[in-house]
């Protein structure tokens, strides 16, 4: 089924000059950009988005590693996007991750891990909310 997920592409990678060798894997997996931009995240930006992992020991970290550099939020369309991105991306922890996978090829750490990428249409579809409006997504 055709669907919709967001992606993130994370500081480490924006800083590395990694925007397009990442876009190579996403389009080369099937996947289509139907909406990108590069912006600065501010700290209540991130706060919302990550709020899921308020409690968690690496929120602050987190929080600031977001904010540290520009990022490319991303909308990605194709057949079970949410679930082909995921496999596309590979593990959190990019030791863990599998060959060919973005983490493998290009993430430092689990922190540093390059990308994000939605993990349930649900909230696919509010992740994509808070930083598009239908008119930003062509189709
Ligand atoms: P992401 O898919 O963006 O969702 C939550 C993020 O938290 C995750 O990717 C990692 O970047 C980060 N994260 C998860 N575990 C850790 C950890 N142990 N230390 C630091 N950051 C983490």
């Known amino acids: 089924m ?7 592409i994370k500081p480490d990678a924006t800083k590395r000059n990694l925007t397009g060798k990442v876009n190579a894997v996403i389009e080369d997996a099937g996947l289509r950009i139907v909406a990108q931009r590069r912006i600065k995240m501010t700290k209540a930006q991130a706060e919302k988005f990550y709020e899921v992992h308020a409690a968690r020991p690496f929120y602050g970290e987190l929080v600031e590693f977001m904010t540290s550099e520009p990022v490319v939020v991303q909308v990605l369309e194709g057949d079970n996007a949410v679930a082909r991105y995921r496999e596309v991306m590979g593990a ?3 030791e863990q991750a ?3 996978t973005i983490r493998k090829l290009y993430a430092l750490s689990v922190g540093e891990n390059s990308v994000h990428g939605s993990d349930s249409q649900e909230n696919a579809a509010i992740e994509i909310a808070q930083f598009f409006t239908a008119a930003d997504i062509p189709g």
């Open 2 to 8: 055709t669907e919709r997920t967001f992606s993130i």
């Open 92 to 94: 959190t922890n990019p």
């Open 98 to 100: 599998a060959p060919g």
